[in-house]
């Protein structure tokens, strides 16, 4: 008599209320249409066939800006949004990454710090799929301190001219529209650039070994003309991006237990089929151990998540509240799938099972969005009172 699934254990789902349940039975289905049966592939072939189509199937279902309110935007709660980055990245994290760069980051940052006319004309094509958005800080030289962020913004006359290199941006290649964060004479402030500009491009990154299912790429911009109204008027400065990271980094608290929560399940399953010695593994203590300890620390993780869901839907939210939960949850989540992979043997290495490919994308997402050193900072700072990053 197992349990069907490792939430129960805890009873995890009396957390959440009807609807919000509703909305995670939701995106469930559309991860199992739309995604489950492709995404090996897309990983191994390092190609998703067709990121257009996915953003408007989620489009449809309101989940591109879905804490946002206006502008096709579906208004959905905190904690919504938080089961929903659940179940994309049980799928795989590059596309609970397709989705939080859209609306996390690229809407955010026009919901945000936008004048009317940049929402009118950006929000609602983003929010139901046609257009999609990426977010610019990261350079080649500059990650965890984007503030020595070399790309520059100069007037010229009424126009701004972009000069620079964008690193790592996902959705790059595919992006109708770039949020491109650049240093001013006035400090760092934000562009939105039609990726159909003169003197932008987007080259694909290749040979990543982690989030393959996903579009990763640099943004090259060599003297890119800009209409004054192209800058975000209402912010200056670095908690302009970084404003729009802490919604991110908040998906990302829940996303990482969806990848831990479906490396459990493999291992599970596989524990009770997998005959060694004359009995499934699963007999074994030292197996059981594995399955409680996955088991435990990934209840733990939803325990913290939802209590930050509940916190950001009271307007209580604070940065380094995020910080925490992105530290612990990520940092879970791939020691779970790793020992997952242990429980699969030398099938856990293969793209038959889902463990290695969460594994791997787990890395890259144990450093984006901020290191676990930089939210360890983050912490310690709020903790001692003493910024240690300098
Ligand atoms: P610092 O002097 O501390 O702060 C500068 C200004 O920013 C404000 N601020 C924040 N505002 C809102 N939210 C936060 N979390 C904020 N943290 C700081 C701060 O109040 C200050 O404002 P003001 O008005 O006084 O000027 O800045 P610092 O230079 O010391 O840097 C702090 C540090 C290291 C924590 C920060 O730079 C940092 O978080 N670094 C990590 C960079 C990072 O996370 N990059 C992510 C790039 S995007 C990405 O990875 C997308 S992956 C997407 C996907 O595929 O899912
Ligand atoms: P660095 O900052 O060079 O850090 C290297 C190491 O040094 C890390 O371990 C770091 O923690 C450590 N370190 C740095 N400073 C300190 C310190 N003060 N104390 C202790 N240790 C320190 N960026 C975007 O802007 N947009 C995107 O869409 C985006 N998508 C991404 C997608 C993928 C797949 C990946 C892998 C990255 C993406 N990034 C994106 C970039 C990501 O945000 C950066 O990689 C991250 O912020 C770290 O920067 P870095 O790689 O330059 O590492």
């Not at 039975?25 to 897309?42: E, M």
């Not at 980051?105 to 950006?122: R, V, Y």
């Not at 237990?257 to 399940?265: K, M, T, W």
């Not at 930089?374 to 009172?385: N, R, S």
């Amino acid at each position: 008599n197992a349990l069907s699934r490792i939430d129960e254990l805890a009873n995890l789902d009396h957390l959440f209320s009807a609807d919000e349940l509703a909305v995670r039975a939701t995106v469930r289905q559309v991860c199992a249409d739309k995604v489950d049966p492709y995404v090996a592939t897309w990983f191994e072939t390092g190609q998703l066939d067709d990121v257009r189509g996915l953003t408007k199937e989620f489009g449809k279902l309101g989940l591109l800006g879905m804490h946002l309110t206006g502008y096709g935007c579906a208004g959905m709660s905190a904690t919504e949004y938080g089961l929903a980055c659940l179940e994309l990245e049980a799928s795989d994290s590059g596309i609970r990454s397709l989705v939080s760069v859209q609306g996390s980051l690229a809407m955010t940052a026009i919901w945000k710090w936008g004048s009317e006319e940049q929402k009118q004309q950006w929000l609602p094509g983003m929010a139901a799929g046609e257009l999609i958005g990426c977010f610019g800080l990261t350079e080649p030289d500059v990650g965890s301190d984007p503030g020595s962020m070399r790309t520059r913004a100069r007037r010229d006359g009424a126009d701004w001219v972009l000069d620079g290199r964008k690193m790592w941006i996902t959705n790059g290649s595919v992006a109708d529209v770039a949020i491109v964060w650049a240093g001013t004479e006035e400090g760092v402030r934000g562009f939105v650039v039609p990726t159909d500009t003169p003197g932008f491009s987007a080259p694909l990154i290749k040979h990543k070994l982690s989030l393959r299912a996903s579009v990763t790429s640099e943004l090259v911009l060599d003297g890119v003309r800009l209409p004054a109204d192209a800058v975000l008027p209402e912010v200056t400065g670095l908690r302009g991006p970084l404003g729009c990271l802490n919604e991110a980094r908040y998906g990302i608290v829940w996303g990482a237990l969806g990848a831990a929560r479906s490396s459990i399940e493999a291992a599970r399953a596989y524990a009770a089929d997998r005959v060694q010695f004359g009995r499934s593994i699963d007999g074994f203590q030292l197996t059981q151990q594995k399955l409680v300890e996955m088991t435990l620390e990934y209840t733990k993780g939803v325990l913290l998540a939802a209590h930050l869901g509940r916190l950001k839907d009271a307007h209580l939210s604070r940065p380094e509240q995020v910080s925490l939960g992105k530290l612990n949850n990520v940092r879970a989540a791939l020691e779970i799938c790793r020992t997952a992979r242990t429980i699969l043997g030398a099938n856990g290495i293969s793209l038959e099972y889902p463990v290695i490919r969460h594994m791997n994308n787990l890395e890259s997402v144990l450093t984006y969005e901020g290191t676990v050193e930089m939210h360890t900072l983050i912490v310690g700072e709020k903790l001692t009172g003493q910024s240690a990053f300098r």
